[in-house]
């Protein structure tokens, strides 16, 4: 998994959590997060840190929900969840069981669904606003039902649409992997939307493949990849494997068998360019680089087909506002 996310997700996420800056920058040090990166102005984090993070904190506060909400979801919940829609013989039987679900354990907060125009319509309810950060609450409340649904149907459920109940946010970028497909801001509910017909899709998972699921939440429900869904992501796609030896534009928009104006163009229509797309790449693959491996600098600049060491450095610089070298010496090991 090569995604970075934004350091929005890690601020926001101890919004929820009454915790002293010593206390942040252990969990922190535990996850391998370089507590420095709370006050860079670019910083970002893998999505397994995030998730190792997310996990420490659902441990010490005992709520798979770390104070987000007025009650806590204690340790369990998630699988009682998973339980109770996994005999379900469809998506739409499932989609009831998990809003009744939050209903039963949730006062302040829900789901609701709704069929119009061939449409699936699942939206959030807040009966009261959140404890924790409104927009991390939203967003990560509806990627656990896109990736509980996605795991259930062994399928990937692609969005047609997700509309947002606050403003734009700085960080709005990421929504372009989380999110394929439009989304617009400042709307009366946070809702996404998707093709009906998959309602009808069997339930494909069992008891016998829940563990391995929980072991690696939130990962595999905050991250549900979608690289066929867009051109921007079958262009992200193409350049993991061949960022080396087929990166140049031409090279793409020949492998993805249109010209590089239309490939262009198709970029434009998705609010995205091919340098936004392959720098982005070249910044995750940067990150993971310098928090996953020793390797020397001047091979990642190489690998990641910058012409020395010092053009490397910029780029990295203007990504996230430190070097790779003092990223990497900030980095903490991460436990044993």
Known sequence: MTVTVSMHFVNELFRGVPENEVARETYLVRAGISPFLLTAPHGRVT???????????VNECDDETPGFFARPLRGGTLKLLCLSVLEAPTLKVALHRYTLFFRIVLDDFGYEYSV?????????????????SRILVHELMLKLFHGIASWMI?????????????????????????YPGKVSFERSQTAMYFDAALLEQPIRQTKK???????????DWFYVSLEERLVSHRVR???SRHLATA???????????????????????????????????????????LTRSERPL????????????ACFSRAFKAWTGNSPAAYRRAIAPSPA
């Open 47 to 57: 999505v397994e840190q995030f998730a190792t993070l997310y996990r420490l904190l």
């Open 154 to 178: 062994a399928r990937k459920l692609p969005p047609v649409m997700m509309e947002c109940a606050y403003a734009q946010p700085a960080h709005s970028a990421d929504y372009l992997y989380f």
């Open 298 to 309: 001047l091979t990642v600049a190489d690998e990641l087909g910058f012409q020395d060491l």
């Open 116 to 132: 119009e125009n061939g449409l699936l319509r699942v939206a959030l309810v807040e009966h009261q606003l959140p404890k924790g």
């Open 237 to 239: 796609e193409h350049l």
């Open 247 to 289: 990166g140049s534009v031409h090279d793409v928009a020949r492998a993805l068998h249109m010209s590089g104006r239309t490939l262009a163009r198709r970029l434009a229509g998705e609010g995205t360019h091919f340098q936004a797309v392959k720098d982005e790449l070249r910044r995750d693959l940067a990150i993971q680089a």
């Open 209 to 219: 493949h829940l563990g391995a699921f929980l072991r690696r939440a939130p990962a």
